[in-house]
């Protein structure tokens, strides 16, 4: 395994774990109405939440591959999955209507920046990981 593989699986995990932890702690939906139901934005940030968690468990997961290939491949996997939570809150499923609530202030900016950053590193874990292969191989 080389340094960039060891550093990418570091900050994927430390990035994922993150986006879970705060998603369900710091940077939640709105809370519930005064009658108890919710608005639209709790679901919103359940899907979100539920997509962080298992962000969280494929970048654990890849720690204990040592294979290129397969750590390629569950960063193949988390791209799309860190992109459908970036875009889920206010896009997929609707947010509050008032812009001021704090669906919209912090969960959504929260989702989109995480979401985009373990993204990026997904694909850069790919690229590193091919050229890895084609350094061994070739």
Do not use: Y
Request: proline fraction near 3%.
């Amino acid at each position: 395994m080389s340094k960039q593989s060891l550093v990418t699986d570091i900050l994927l995990i430390l990035s994922s774990v993150f986006f879970a932890v705060g998603t369900g702690f710091l940077f939640t939906a709105c809370g519930p109405k005064e009658d108890g139901s919710f608005m639209a934005c709790h679901w919103a940030w359940l899907a979100v939440l539920s997509i962080a968690v298992v962000l969280a468990v494929q970048s654990v997961l890849r720690l204990f591959f040592r294979s290129s290939e397969a750590k390629k491949g569950l960063s193949a996997a988390m791209l799309p999955t860190a992109v459908l939570a970036a875009v889920i809150p206010g896009n997929i499923i609707n947010l509050c209507m008032m812009n001021t609530m704090h669906c919209h202030t912090t969960m959504k900016p929260f989702a989109l920046v995480m979401g985009i950053v373990i993204a990026v590193l997904s694909a850069v874990d790919i690229i590193i990981n091919s050229v890895g292969n084609k350094k061994t191989n070739g």
